[in-house]
């Protein structure tokens, strides 16, 4: 007893032994797992379940009488169902190019029937459809003998004569009419932008222009203004220095003044004021004397002296004037002094020339006789 199992792609078909088979299914199918067999006695085949690719290319009249060349491709396979595989177990012992070619030969019929109940302006237009006609009605004849068309694809329609070509004329005219004005449009548009974008770059080149000379202008400016600072802050420092030492003197002048007001001023005005007291003393005193002497003691008093006396005291004025004294204000001070001298020198030689006129009167006048004592 023999072992034999299938790949993925194939199922076993056993034929022979001592099971009773029936037309129906005349052989034992096994797909997906091994079976054991005897050999002599049974036969193992393999069938494939894989698919076929077919190239169709057919040359077919349309309704219209006009022959057109078609190309297409078919991808089929076994009926995976039961039924199926004994339908295409029938063609076991052919090869897969056998098998390729009987399938091509029943796309070539099936698609030549229907181009010819059809236009060429509909088969061009809508070639699905067409394939879709292909596969509806060859479908359950190829499921008779066992197989299943997956796709049905055309890749081309085209003649020998140009009618295609001709009628694609209109609307290809049509077509290069739209792009030409398509593509004028689009130049157009290019040129509008090149001089948009022109336009913007003149502008932009302006408006940088006037900035950079602004900025030259401002620059310049910052410069200029920049050299003056220099010289300009010098002299209000200059300025400012010249206002701090002002105030320095002004302040050194207040204080100098305060100084002297107290080291000279002050004692130079209380000298004066005691010079000017002691004075005015010894005025009155030479006066009170003068008058006592005159009329106490009676002394006669010469009198070119008294006629001297004021010019006396005007050099002793003029002495004290001379005098190394500070007095403060107008010299009112000082003037008193003066005139109060003056006034004193002559009324004390008023007073003295009465007295003296009067002793001398009576020392001039004849004297009475009176005897000797």
Same mark, same amino acid.
């Given at each position: 007893?023999?072992?034999?199992?299938?790949?993925?792609? =194939?199922?076993?078909?056993?034929?022979?032994?001592?099971?009773?088979?029936?037309?129906? !299914?005349?052989?034992?199918?096994?797909?997906?797992?091994g /079976? @054991?067999?005897?050999? @002599? @006695?049974q036969?193992?085949?393999?069938?494939n379940?894989?698919?076929?690719?077919?190239d169709?290319?057919?040359?077919?009249?349309?309704?219209?009488?006009?022959?057109?060349?078609?190309?297409?491709?078919?991808?089929?396979?076994?009926?995976?169902?039961?039924?199926?595989?004994?339908?295409?177990?029938?063609?076991?012992?052919?090869?897969?190019d056998?098998?390729?070619?009987?399938?091509?030969?029943? @796309?070539?019929?099936?698609?030549?029937?229907?181009?010819?109940?059809?236009?060429?302006?509909d088969?061009?237009?809508?070639?699905?459809?067409?394939?879709s =006609? /292909?596969?509806?009605?060859?479908?359950?004849?190829?499921?008779?003998?066992?197989?299943?068309?997956d796709?049905?694809?055309i890749?081309s329609?085209?003649?020998?004569?140009?009618?295609?070509?001709?009628?694609?004329?209109?609307?290809?005219?049509?077509?290069?009419?739209a792009?030409?004005?398509?593509q004028? =449009?689009?130049?157009?548009?290019?040129?509008? !932008?090149e001089q948009?974008?022109?336009r913007?770059?003149?502008?932009?080149?302006?408006?940088? *222009?006037? &900035?950079?000379?602004?900025?030259?202008? =401002?620059?310049?400016?910052?410069r200029?203004e920049?050299?003056?600072s220099?010289?300009?802050?010098?002299?209000?420092?200059?300025?400012?220095?010249?206002?701090?030492l002002?105030l320095?003197?002004?302040?050194?002048?207040?204080?100098?003044?305060?100084?002297?007001?107290?080291?000279v001023?002050?004692?130079?005005?209380a000298?004066?004021?005691?010079?000017?007291?002691?004075?005015?003393?010894?005025?009155?005193a030479?006066?009170k004397?003068a008058?006592?002497?005159?009329?106490?003691?009676g002394? %006669?008093?010469?009198?070119?002296?008294?006629?001297?006396?004021?010019?006396?005291m005007?050099?002793?004025?003029?002495?004290?004037?001379?005098g190394? %004294?500070?007095f403060?204000?107008?010299?009112?001070?000082?003037?008193? %002094?003066i005139a109060?001298?003056?006034? #004193?020198?002559?009324?004390?030689?008023?007073?003295?020339?009465?007295?003296? &006129?009067?002793?001398? *009167?009576r #020392? *001039?006048?004849?004297?009475s006789? &009176?005897?000797?004592?």
């Open positions: 007893m023999l072992y034999t199992s299938p790949s993925a792609t =194939e199922a076993l078909i056993v034929t022979g032994g001592l099971t009773k088979r029936t037309p129906e !299914k005349p052989f034992k199918i096994v797909a997906g797992r /079976v @054991f067999w005897l050999p @002599f @006695f036969q193992v085949r393999k069938l379940l894989g698919t076929y690719s077919v169709v290319r057919i040359t077919a009249q349309t309704a219209q009488k006009i022959d057109i060349n078609v190309a297409a491709n078919a991808i089929f396979r076994v009926d995976p169902s039961e039924e199926g595989i004994v339908s295409a177990a029938r063609y076991i012992e052919k090869s897969d056998e098998i390729e070619d009987i399938i091509r030969k029943e @796309f070539d019929g099936e698609t030549r029937s229907l181009i010819g109940q059809m236009s060429v302006e088969i061009i237009t809508d070639r699905m459809a067409l394939a =006609e /292909v596969i509806t009605n060859i479908t359950p004849k190829l499921l008779s003998m066992g197989w299943k068309v796709s049905f694809q890749s329609i085209t003649d020998d004569n140009n009618h295609i070509a001709n009628l694609s004329k209109p609307e290809l005219a049509r077509v290069e009419q792009a030409a004005i398509a004028a =449009e689009a130049n157009a548009r290019v040129i509008e !932008k948009e974008a022109e913007l770059t003149s502008q932009y080149r302006r408006d940088t *222009d006037l &900035q950079v000379s602004e900025n030259t202008k =401002e620059t310049a400016k910052a200029a920049a050299e003056q220099g010289p300009k802050a010098e002299a209000e420092a200059r300025i400012e220095v010249e206002e701090k002002s320095l003197a002004a302040a050194q002048a207040t204080r100098r003044e305060a100084e002297l007001e107290t080291e001023i002050k004692p130079a005005e000298a004066a004021r005691e010079r000017l007291i002691t004075a005015e003393a010894d005025a009155e030479q006066r004397l008058a006592s002497i005159a009329s106490e003691r002394i %006669l008093l010469e009198k070119d002296m008294l006629d001297n006396l004021p010019a006396i005007e050099s002793l004025s003029g002495a004290l004037s001379n190394k %004294l500070t403060l204000g107008d010299g009112e001070d000082f003037n008193s %002094l109060k001298l003056v006034g #004193t020198a002559t009324t004390l030689r008023d007073t003295l020339g009465d007295t003296s &006129q009067g002793k001398l *009167d #020392t *001039d006048a004849p004297q006789t &009176q005897p000797e004592h």
